[in-house]
């Protein structure tokens, strides 16, 4: 057994929502964790930490995406030893981070039944059924996305190849697809020639990813852009089976919630932004 005092219990948890932008797409998961940890301590977050000889921050992940795409809503989970107001959290930990790891929202956790601290750890991951994508496909005309996703829809079953950590793999894309549209709007808007697709995605076992639908879309449609496609989380959350659309995963714990710290008055701070919200998605490309 290891020697010396035990850790400091978490008394209060933290749900952050953050985006990962520009070039910082590239970053791997690990890499950010690590800036994360940095970041917490240069911001003076009273960060909990875990027993044993090699004890570590109580910062969890839930849904991260893949380097090499862009997120408007990636979210982690991070265990204090001391309330704070999570709008302080917010703006000291944004401006602790590096440019293009951005701090969206945070929200604190309500304690579990009987009082305890720690939520079950799946809880929110369970709230996760999907995500909002948005690709851009430079050198690809509206005309032939636009019937390359109509194939694609009309599909019953859509099986594609994927090498996974337990080999290769066949698995069925167009289950897991929602919705997939053409959006005009944004291609007529981009600096360059483009198609650009919305859609949303049920989270699945094995995971359907952006380019596993774009290896669907080459099969049924010999759809194949000249460049890679730019990727973009725009949101995940539940899945509303009636709109098709996603809810905002953190609005339970808002609702639920209560400000805490000295400076509570201020928890409501500046207005949330909405699934989906697409406000700095022109930053992928940079």
Same mark, same amino acid.
């Not at 044993?52 to 849904?63: D, E, L, R, V």
């Not at 989970?77 to 001391?82: M, N």
């Given at each position: 057994m290891p020697e010396g005092p035990a850790p400091a219990p978490v008394t209060q948890r933290l749900r952050v929502r953050y985006a990962k932008r520009g070039r910082l797409r590239f970053t791997s998961h690990r890499d950010i964790s690590r800036a994360v940890e940095r970041a917490v301590r240069r911001a003076g977050i009273p960060v909990a930490?875990?027993?044993?000889?090699?004890?570590?921050?109580?910062?969890?992940?839930?849904?991260? $995406?893949?380097?090499?795409?862009?997120?408007?809503?990636?979210?982690?989970?991070?265990?204090?030893?001391?309330?704070?107001?999570?709008?302080?959290?917010?703006?000291?930990?944004?401006? $602790?981070?590096?440019?293009?790891?951005?701090?969206?929202?945070?929200?604190?956790?309500r304690a579990g039944s009987g009082g305890d601290a720690q939520p079950r750890p799946s809880a929110f991951a369970e709230r996760l059924q999907a995500s909002e994508w948005r690709i851009r496909l430079d050198g690809v005309s509206s005309d032939d996305a636009a019937a390359a996703v109509a194939a694609f829809m009309a599909a019953g079953n859509i099986e594609v190849e994927r090498l996974t950590k337990k080999g290769r793999r066949r698995f069925d894309v167009r289950a897991a697809v929602s919705s997939c549209e053409l959006d005009r709007r944004a291609a007529q808007a981009a600096d360059a020639p483009c198609a650009i697709l919305r859609m949303v995605v049920r989270h699945s076992t094995p995971a359907v990813r952006p380019d596993d639908i774009l290896t669907g879309l080459r099969q049924v449609a010999d759809l194949a852009p000249p460049s890679p496609p730019l990727v973009t989380r725009l949101a995940q959350g539940p899945l509303d089976a009636d709109t098709g659309g996603l809810a905002d995963p953190l609005d339970p714990d808002r609702v639920t919630g209560l400000p805490s710290g000295d400076d509570a008055g201020t928890a409501d701070g500046p207005q949330r932004p909405q699934p989906g919200d697409a406000a700095s998605v022109d930053a992928v490309s940079a």
């Open positions: 930490f875990s027993g044993g000889f090699t004890p570590h921050p109580k910062i969890s992940y839930a849904g991260a $995406a893949a380097t090499g795409v862009a997120s408007e809503a990636e979210y982690l989970e991070i265990g204090l030893t001391d309330t704070r107001d999570p709008a302080r959290v917010r703006a000291d930990l944004d401006a $602790a981070l590096p440019p293009g790891l951005d701090i969206v929202d945070v929200v604190p956790v």
